[in-house]
């Protein structure tokens, strides 16, 4: 069974940076890509960035600039590095792994923008 767990989140103020981590435990084969998505209240879920088994990675293009998606191959963490935050950035921050036609989720790391 294959488990991601998120980590990082909390509060920062605007302009600050964040570092997301997801460790993930299981088996991974056949991993195709991993990806970060978002929810802010009253919205919809939306992917943030996602980056494939092979190391390429996309970006929300608003999001570009500001978010990066890398991994750590070695121990199968993929990380979220978030600059120059703002309170709309304020979401649960999801983990997604998608390995053959399963999607694998983790519970959510909470990010909170304000002064």
């Known amino acids: 069974q294959v488990q991601l767990v998120e980590s990082g989140g909390g509060l920062v103020q605007p302009g600050g940076s964040l570092r997301l981590s997801c460790t993930t435990s299981g088996s991974i084969y056949g991993l195709l890509h991993m990806a970060w998505y978002r929810q802010a209240p009253g919205k919809q879920r939306e992917v943030v960035a996602t980056?494939?088994?092979?190391?390429?990675?996309n970006t929300a293009d608003s999001l570009k600039g500001r978010f990066t998606i890398s991994r750590d191959s070695a121990t199968n963490t993929v990380y979220l590095q978030m600059n120059s935050l703002k309170p709309e950035d304020t979401a649960v921050y999801y983990c997604?792994?998608?390995?053959?036609?399963?999607?694998?989720w983790g519970q959510g790391t909470q990010v909170a923008v304000s002064s």
């Open positions: 980056i494939t088994r092979s190391g390429s990675t």
């Open positions: 997604n792994a998608l390995i053959g036609v399963r999607n694998y």
